[in-house]
């Protein structure tokens, strides 16, 4: 796509509104992804954005507001679902599976009940950034610096837990409840992702950007700094994409970050392999010095 095209399309509301919300998801995406990766929580985050498809469906059922209707489904999910990695560690991952299948079913049974159901199924699977709502922008603005600011304030508790929660409990980190804020905020954050990669594809935007950030910064804040910077790339670059070549943004915006992701890993291959050749080279390493030495 030319420089003028692109400018020509920013002409238009909808594509401006997109990149906001791309840009909001990213910051949303990069903090609260970088908690799910370093907790290794990345099942039960799946569990939790397919979960709330039983609230998108309970909500036009009802005929009720969708956005509160759908955060409250799955705030539930999430509540539930952190109760039992709590409880039972050992059953986690099949109860979890469970209440995955049932929120989605629940939410197909719900529309499929629904009178007069004429919503575009594609735009929750799959997202639709483009057809994003200023109210929409404005609440994903609020939970982003909601997120932020709880981030920033319990950020030491935060970091402590993620690494050693035994060392948390001593030093008086409330980790269970800080555990169950942390579901609380995925929940949160995925409902208002939904939107733009839809609820499919939003756990690849959750932890494709924190998980290349993890190899090349030492500090969490640092990969969640990252981790928004790919995040913006990988939505601005997908919704290029996806306006230039006329293809859904949210599965384009996930094609980029895998494309990335994929990347990273072969950068991350030809480093361990040159290292290894030069540690197998005459004069390096162990048997290099003890030549020298001798």
Not at 38 to 46: E, H, P
Not at 75 to 91: D, E, N, Q
Not at 126 to 142: A, E, K
Not at 227 to 255: M, Q, R, W
Request: glycine share 10%; net charge neutral.
């Amino acid at each position: 796509m030319k420089a003028a095209e692109m400018l020509e399309a920013l002409q238009f509301e909808f594509i401006r509104n997109a990149l906001l919300a791309g840009l909001l998801a990213s910051v949303i995406c990069g903090v609260v992804g970088t908690l799910v990766v370093v907790n290794r929580i990345v099942f039960l985050s799946g569990g939790i954005a397919h979960a709330a498809y039983g609230g998108i469906g309970l909500a036009f059922f009802m005929g009720w507001a969708y956005m509160p209707t759908t955060i409250a489904f799955a705030l539930l999910a999430a509540m539930i679902m952190a109760l039992v990695t709590v409880r039972a560690r050992h059953s986690a991952d099949t109860i979890i599976g469970v209440i995955w299948a049932l929120g989605m079913a629940t939410g197909v049974i719900l529309l499929d009940l629904t009178p007069g159901y004429n919503v575009d199924l594609m735009s929750y699977l799959f997202g639709s950034i483009l057809t994003v709502p200023p109210t929409d922008i404005h609440l994903m603005l609020g939970v982003g610096a909601a997120v932020c600011a709880c981030v920033l304030y319990f950020y030491n508790d935060l970091l402590a837990m993620s690494y050693d929660e035994e060392f948390a409990r001593i030093r008086g980190v409330p980790v269970t409840a800080l555990y169950f804020f942390l579901i609380g905020m995925v929940a949160l954050s995925v409902v208002v992702i939904i939107q733009v990669v839809g609820l499919i594809l939003v756990i690849a935007l959750l932890t494709i950007p924190p998980f290349i950030a993890e190899k090349h910064v030492s500090s969490l804040l640092g990969m969640m700094a990252l981790s928004i910077v790919l995040g913006v790339f990988f939505s601005v670059s997908g919704l290029i994409a996806a306006y230039a070549f006329n293809l859904t943004s949210g599965a384009t915006i996930i094609l980029v970050a895998g494309s990335g992701f994929f990347l990273s890993l072969l950068i991350e291959y030809l480093k361990q392999r040159r290292f290894q050749r030069n540690s197998k080279m005459p004069g390096s390493g162990s048997a290099g010095r003890s030549r020298h030495t001798s």
